[in-house]
């Protein structure tokens, strides 16, 4: 797979990406390395990223607890901590192995350390791979509000090993895979349609490299989310109210990110049936297609009470108004709609029958 280069980076694959971090390495000659992981990194995948890493500089590993529930500004300060106690400066670089949580909090980490210093993300979720390590979003969650606190900033480079999915479950490979599908529903039907017909033992790689292109595009229009990366959001608006809610309940009833999105576009296919003129075709196509791969959840009025109530939150809100990214029809996004406070009890009730 060929790179995929930004303004600021340039995005690696497989082989080709360990060649070029050598290289980058040999060039800079930082002071020291801090590779950031979690305990299920540090076991599966740090390993081999040592044994093809060549570099004279001194390298420490620093690990955090893994889980949504650890991505706060209490894990940043002790690894801050960490950072001084084993000598970090200014030159120094840190190296983000592990999934979206380890490379948004590793990001904002090293962004904020001495006014900020160099980091790489290294993936090894799916959901990182083609969404988190991408486009230069670092930061932590405010208690369950997610990802609250945090500035963009882009990495030096990123590092996308496809063979580390070996080290994933189903669940979590699933809770990637939607947001590939997000990605069909906003730019492109044919790859909608490709992705329907995509099972997860399927070799991905092809998917992936058009996942992170099509992100990688968007980005480079609207680095900042003025305007058109907004449609990344899609499904983010009600589906990060469900997962805030849900991680409130406790880690028993918490719902990875791709399960709580799945819900949240089918509540936003609805309101875009109603709202921005996407067809009942359409609308029963993306319901089919997620409730085959996502497990319905069961919501009850309180929970639905809870979620609406932590709408406020999202990031995309201004002048106190939520704001949603809606579908005229797969392929086909508009930003900064407004939705009549009826239509949610119904959004959930087609999401329900």
């Known amino acids: 797979m060929e790179s995929i280069l930004t303004e600021t980076y340039s995005i690696y694959f497989n082989e080709a990406a360990y060649m070029a971090l050598n290289e980058h390495l040999n060039k800079e000659r930082y002071s020291k390395i801090f590779i950031l992981v979690d305990e299920n990194t540090h076991r599966d ?43 970090g400066d200014r030159r120094s670089l840190m190296i983000n192995l592990g999934g979206g949580v380890v490379t948004d909090l590793g990001g904002f980490v090293a962004s904020t350390f001495k006014r900020g210093i160099d980091f790489i993300n290294v993936p090894t979720s799916l959901l990182a791979m083609v969404d988190a390590s991408i486009g230069g979003k670092t930061g932590v969650d ?33 809770s990637g895979f939607a947001e590939m599908l997000k990605h069909g529903l906003i730019t492109s039907e044919a790859y909608w349609s490709q992705l329907k017909e995509t099972r997860l033992q399927d070799p991905m ?54 399960e709580a999105i799945a819900i949240g576009m089918i509540l936003e296919a609805y309101l875009s049936s109603k709202l921005s003129g996407m067809g009942t075709h359409q609308l029963e196509d993306i319901k089919h297609t997620l409730l085959e791969r996502y497990k319905k959840v069961k919501l009850s009025e309180e929970d639905k009470k809870g979620i609406l109530s932590l709408l406020i939150f999202d990031k995309k809100n201004t002048h106190g108004l939520v704001n949603f990214v809606l579908l005229k029809r797969i392929g086909d996004s508009v930003i900064d709609q407004r939705v009549p406070e009826h239509l949610f009890m119904e959004a959930f009730a087609y999401y329900e029958e």
Not at 49 to 78: P, R, W, Y
Not at 219 to 228: A, G, H, K, M, T
Request: contains cysteine; proline residues 2%.
């Open 45 to 87: 995948c740090l390993p081999i990223f040592l044994s093809s890493l060549e570099t004279n500089s001194d390298v420490e590993i620093i690990e955090m607890e893994a889980g949504e529930t650890n991505k706060t500004v209490e894990t940043c300060i002790q690894i801050w901590h960490a950072l001084s106690e084993l000598g």
């Open 142 to 174: 405010l208690g369950v509000l997610k990802n609250q606190v945090g500035v963009i900033n882009q990495p030096r480079m990123v590092l996308v090993m496809v063979s580390f999915l070996s080290t994933l479950d189903k669940r979590q490979m699933s």
């Open 205 to 258: 790689d092809g998917y992936i490299y058009q996942s992170i292109r099509i992100k990688n595009e968007i980005v480079l229009q609207d680095p900042r989310e003025n305007n058109l990366r907004k449609i990344l959001n899609f499904g983010h608006t009600l589906g990060h109210a469900i997962e805030s809610h849900f991680l409130q309940k406790g880690e028993k009833h918490a719902l990875l990110h791709g």
